[in-house]
């Protein structure tokens, strides 16, 4: 079966810019979170959707947000770009809420602002 | 604050040599324990760790949790240079934290 497939793979923005990232799940997973991989602070949850709502977030300023489609596909959305927001952005997915089947990880966007 | 601590960073072994990664933590309302190996992007799951004390096992790996101690080991034995990557080690309460890994590479 299809793996979490996160598009695009790799983006440039300038700062100031805003970006819209997308995540499809497994089949059948309705649970997506998104996390920040850098090299200084690790990887860091960002949030979870379950079912179209948001079931917990991380300690990120609020213009990190995201949203859940019906079909679970996910977006999420930075807004004006700072350059410290270059990173891996991955989200994962899992059966149930917080991950009690484990999380299936994407390959990640690869976000620079210049 | 809930925090995942693992040790150590970085690790360099020769092939067939035998490491233990360490993983503690403090995390509220601590549901489970997870690894998992990133290598390049995503990272793969290995283990989901729940129950103190039971050892679960896949080829080489093992891994085992102390709920009283709060800690978890990850054991590879027989290691070869596939195993290189770097290991992350996770709590789950009602979100997941991870620590910052400990990123192993194998010498042939």
Not at chain 1, 102 to 112: E, I, N, Q
Request: net charge positive.
């Amino acid at each position: 079966k299809a793996g979490v497939t996160q598009t695009p793979r790799y983006l440039i923005k300038t700062r100031g810019q805003q970006v819209t990232l997308s995540c499809s799940p497994i089949s059948g997973h309705r649970s997506v979170s998104w996390y920040q991989q850098t090299p200084g602070q690790g990887l860091q949850f960002l949030f979870e959707y379950f079912s179209e709502t948001q079931r917990n977030k991380g300690n990120f300023p609020g213009r990190f947000s995201g949203r859940q489609f019906s079909n679970s596909r996910s977006e999420m959305n930075v807004s004006t770009l700072e350059l410290g927001d270059s990173a891996l952005y991955l989200c994962a997915s899992s059966l149930v809420a917080t991950g009690g089947s484990g999380y299936t990880f994407g390959s990640g966007t690869r976000l620079t602002v210049v | 604050e809930d925090k995942v601590v693992q040790s150590p960073l970085s690790l360099v072994v020769h092939e067939g040599d035998t490491v233990t990664l360490n993983c503690s933590y403090e995390v509220t309302n601590f549901r489970s324990l997870l690894w998992y190996k990133q290598e390049k992007k995503a990272p793969t799951f290995l283990f989901m760790l729940t129950s103190s004390g039971i050892e679960k096992k896949s080829g080489r790996l093992s891994s085992i949790l102390d709920k009283k101690e709060l800690f978890s080991i990850l054991n590879i034995t027989a290691t070869q240079t596939g195993d290189s990557a770097v290991y992350l080690c996770a709590g789950l309460d009602d979100k997941i934290i991870f620590g910052k890994g400990t990123r192993l590479h194998i010498l042939p």
